[in-house]
């Protein structure tokens, strides 16, 4: 699906790291130079989840749902993932077992909330001396103003998209795109408000489906869905390509 993405320099990230398989965080670092491909590849080692069957979620220093890494060509520093975000792994492969998974036959390693707060060499120690991730209150102040500021302006352009208009798409780094709006809401698969365009020409992901929901009807790759703020509503007349000449 297509939108629009914010370029982080920072070549090094420390997130949390969570899975449907197991209750355990655990804190890793990692270069925001590498794919999302990459990415998954290196977390299939520390969560054992196969690359290919890896859905993630990355969620705010304060554990908010911001969005899916669903691109795997796209570089892990193009998506907003700051210090201290959590990167939830959903497992969709369906091959596991209680065998691997229950907790409760596996010894641990256990540290109280008081020990682990006195250690000088863990990662929330870290973050404390840089004032990093939630531990820096200014700037998660700041960044939750600039969500709920983009949030209220994706919300009041859909307002004013209305379905069966004639659009046209310009997202960034894409070709411009004209076709029909068919859905305009907040679908179950990202959060926020989405459009979705049934487009003139097989340039879309999708037939109006995501994730085996249907939001609108369209030929395979004819669908697909964007940002509010990406869509201009419009007298669009559909182009004629000739395709009955002989």
Request: charged letters at 30%; glycine letters at 8%; proline letters at 4%.
């Amino acid at each position: 699906m297509d939108g629009n993405v914010s370029i982080i320099s920072s070549p090094v990230v420390a997130v949390r790291l969570t899975s449907t398989i197991s209750s355990f965080e655990s804190n890793r670092r990692f270069s925001r130079g590498i794919t999302i491909a990459e990415f998954k590849s290196k977390l299939e080692i520390v969560v054992g989840v196969p690359a290919s069957c890896m859905r993630l979620q990355l969620f705010s220093a304060l554990d908010k749902l911001l969005l899916d890494l669903d691109d795997d060509e796209a570089l892990l520093g193009s998506y907003p993932v700051d210090d201290d975000c959590r990167i939830h792994v959903i497992d969709r492969s369906g091959t596991q077992t209680g065998e691997f998974t229950d907790l409760s036959r596996v010894e641990k390693y256990e540290i109280s909330e008081e020990a682990y707060e006195k250690r000088t060499d863990s990662v929330r120690s870290l973050l404390k001396q840089k004032r990093a991730g939630r531990f820096n209150e200014e700037e998660a102040v700041k960044r939750e103003e600039k969500l709920a500021e983009k949030e209220e302006k994706e919300k009041a352009a859909a307002a004013a998209i209305s379905t069966g208009s004639r659009c046209k798409v310009e997202v960034p780094g894409n070709p411009t795109k004209i076709g029909t709006v068919m859905y305009v809401g907040t679908p179950d698969f990202k959060p926020g408000h989405w459009v979705g365009v049934k487009y003139d020409e097989p340039l879309g992901k999708n037939d109006g489906s995501v994730n085996g929901k249907r939001y609108f009807e369209c030929q395979p790759k004819y669908g697909g869905f964007v940002k509010p703020t990406s869509v201009t509503v419009g007298d669009f007349p559909e182009e004629d390509y000739g395709l009955d000449e002989m």
